[in-house]
T-cell receptor, first 117, second 114 residues
């Protein structure tokens, strides 16, 4: 069975500092995708970054980067130069194929990030 | 120009009632999903449709019935609402062949059962 683990229920970071949010996963499927989503207090789910299981390079999107360590089955999100607007819940998710057309996202329990002045 | 829109945003109703949540996407995706987010913020897939065909049906009570009239719409009907159904329900869509593309989520429907 596929599983995503986020061990940090809450994190604090000072404005302008970098922060790493941990994510480990478990799957026997050789082909999978890892996603990070942000959920601010307003409730919507915002896609941040994607890493494919066969990607050789770590994904980056602006201030977001993904530290992908395949052997350790970890996909940590790094946010550089934190801003007050980064305060939110962050979810790690894994997509695994079920059939040729069917796949599903399995989510971790989330990490609540609070950016302080 | 909202990509995935769901209505209503808030739904407050009494136990035992029947209610529906509607979802529409204008992204041209062929796959749509319903997720439930509980009070602890845990998100879990409920259903998925690909080109109007049900392809994922997690262990969800029979009181929940999804309906997809076309690939741009996926509605969720809930019969005999119970207190435990209180949650935020998210609709999402994606393109089945574009594995690297994310699922796009609607803004959620907060369902509160009195």
């Amino acid at each position: 069975a596929q599983k995503i683990t986020q061990t940090q229920p809450g994190m604090f970071v000072q404005e302008k500092e970098a922060v790493t949010l941990d994510c480990t996963y478990d799957t026997s499927d050789p082909s999978y995708g890892l996603f990070w989503y942000k959920q601010p207090s307003s409730g919507e789910m915002i896609f941040l970054i994607y890493q494919g299981s066969y990607d050789q390079q770590n994904a980056t999107e602006g201030r977001y980067s993904l530290n992908f360590q395949k052997a350790r089955k970890s996909a940590n999100l790094v946010i550089s130069a934190s801003q007050l607007g980064d305060s939110a819940m962050y979810f790690c998710a894994m997509r695994v194929s079920i059939t040729g057309t069917a796949s599903k996202l399995t989510f971790g329990t989330g990490t609540r990030l609070q950016v302080t002045l | 120009d909202t990509a995935v829109s769901q209505t209503p945003k808030y739904l407050v109703t009494q136990m035992g009632n029947d209610k529906s949540i509607k979802c529409e996407q204008n992204l041209g995706h062929d796959t749509m999903y319903w997720y439930k987010q509980d009070s602890k913020k845990f998100l879990k897939i409920m259903f998925s449709y690909n080109n109007k065909e049900l392809i994922i049906n997690e262990t969800v009570p029979n009181r929940f019935s999804p309906k997809s009239p076309d690939k741009a719409h996926l509605n969720l009907h809930i019969n005999s609402l119970e207190l435990g159904d209180s949650a935020v329900y998210f609709c999402a869509s994606s393109q089945s062949r574009a594995r690297e593309q994310p699922q796009h989520f609607g803004d959620g429907t907060r369902l509160s059962i009195l």
